[in-house]
């Protein structure tokens, strides 16, 4: 599946809102059903009367079996199908970006992960993503970043399948960490307005 825009912002948008239902008012209802997602999501650029890319991109993830399409007493009800939220899901990954604020608050955010629970290719998986989005390597599954993650692990959880006993974040002080603040470029004097973290 390539990486169009548009199909990723239907997929997400499903992803968020869960289920659309849509009064299903004639037969021909069924070719209207791009727009009306855009509709119930409040897309205007693509309520536009010729908007072929749109169109294109809602029907694409319709025959690659990504969207779950029922009609039901008068409804029309529009879903991801498994397949599809897992896809959704591998595009929040790829653009997972952990922000870097003004001022650091000088608690450091571990994470632990049972790797003993993680086929192989996961656990690579895993660590590659610790390692993209910023994470410094600790220990053996231990990974460290100065930074508010909250967010980003638990999407990660839900991405492979993982319990909070099973992937932790950690959130405290680092006994000498003076190599850390270096290896992340902390200047605290610049950060923290002349204070010290302690």
């Known amino acids: 599946m390539k990486g169009n825009s548009i199909t990723k912002k239907i997929l997400y948008g499903l992803l968020l809102v869960g289920i659309i239902y849509i009064a299903a008012s004639s037969p021909y209802f069924a070719l209207k059903l791009p727009k009306a997602i855009a509709r ?54 790829d653009n997972l970006k952990i922000e870097k604020p003004k001022k650091w608050d000088g608690f ?16 690579a998986a895993l660590r ?39 992937l932790r974040l950690i959130v405290g002080k680092v006994e000498e960490d003076e190599f850390l603040k270096k290896y992340f470029n902390l200047n605290l004097t610049k950060n923290l307005g002349g204070g010290k973290v302690k």
């Open 40 to 93: 119930e999501l409040k897309w205007r650029k693509y309520l536009k009367a010729k908007n072929s890319q749109y169109n294109n991109a809602f029907y694409y993830l319709k025959r690659k079996g990504y969207l779950n399409i029922e009609r039901k007493r008068g409804q029309i009800y529009i879903s991801l199908t498994e397949e599809g939220k897992k896809r959704a899901r591998k595009y929040q990954i």
């Open 128 to 166: 590659e993503i610790l390692k993209e989005l910023g994470f410094y390597k600790l220990q053996q599954s231990v990974w460290i970043c100065p930074y508010n993650c909250e967010k980003e692990i638990e999407l990660l959880r839900e991405f492979f399948g993982l319990s909070k006993k099973e």
């Open 108 to 123: 450091w955010r571990i994470v632990i992960f049972d790797i003993s629970i993680l086929t192989n290719v996961k656990r």
